[in-house]
T-cell receptor, first 115, second 114 residues
């Protein structure tokens, strides 16, 4: 069964460092998302991406964050200068098309720890 | 803006007993509603979804949920839980069919007693 894969599963970084989280969505999916879950809190929407551009982003997704799909298969989230409060589990998700209406397929997450 | 409330942070149920997890939403129009499950160390898996039509929707793993507009609720039920159902359960609401992002509740942690 096709699945969304994420790397790394866990990354530890120093405050101020840049981090890139990688995702390989399901191959025939067109919509891509990043969510994050701070420990003990709810899953929060960060950004959605379609047709090689951001279609929607939340207030959390400020200038520190960026996404790109560099090669048609990977979908990356870059955090430019990490802060302690960026420590969280980051989930990538993909959806087939608008008609799939919320049937998103999630990866297992990348746990980011900022020291 | 839409929001979701899951009033129970933890629920403990005996194996074989019935289960109901509560979810209340706030959204101005007809909502798209979802339940996701997150097992330890896993990603989120869709259990079921409601868009329109029959207010009782069936999902995977024997789960069902009922949409009640008058109560702004979308409670998840299962007649007999199994130990493997122990997990975190998230209710979510979406505008625009969900392609523009889901708003999740804080989750309910389900514990199964033997």
């Amino acid at each position: 069964e096709p699945e969304v894969t994420q790397t790394p599963s866990h990354q530890v970084t120093q405050m101020g460092q840049e981090v890139i989280l990688r995702c390989v969505p399901i191959s025939n999916h067109l919509y891509f998302y990043w969510y994050r879950q701070i420990l003990g809190q709810k899953v929060e929407f960060l950004v959605s991406f379609y047709n090689n551009e951001i279609s929607e982003k939340s207030e959390i997704f400020d200038d520190q964050f960026s996404v790109e799909r560099p090669d048609g298969s990977n979908f990356t989230l870059k955090i430019r200068s990490t802060k302690l409060e960026d420590s969280a589990m980051y989930f990538c998700a993909s959806g087939r098309d608008r008609g799939s209406a919320g049937e998103l397929f999630f990866g297992e997450g990348s746990r980011l720890t900022v020291l | 803006a839409q929001s979701v409330t899951q009033p129970d942070i933890h629920i403990t149920v005996s194996e074989g007993a019935s289960l109901e997890l509560r979810c209340n939403y706030s959204y101005g129009a007809t909502p798209y509603l979802f339940w996701y499950v997150q097992s330890p160390g896993q990603g989120l898996q869709l259990l079921l979804k409601y868009f329109s039509g029959d207010t009782l929707v069936q999902g995977i793993k024997g789960f069902e949920a009922e949409f009640k507009r008058s109560q702004s609720s979308f409670n998840l039920r299962k007649p007999s839980v199994h130990w493997s159902d122990a997990a975190e359960y998230f209710c979510a609401v979406a505008a625009g069919g969900g392609a523009d992002g889901l708003t999740f509740g804080k989750g309910t942690h389900l514990i199964i007693q033997p």
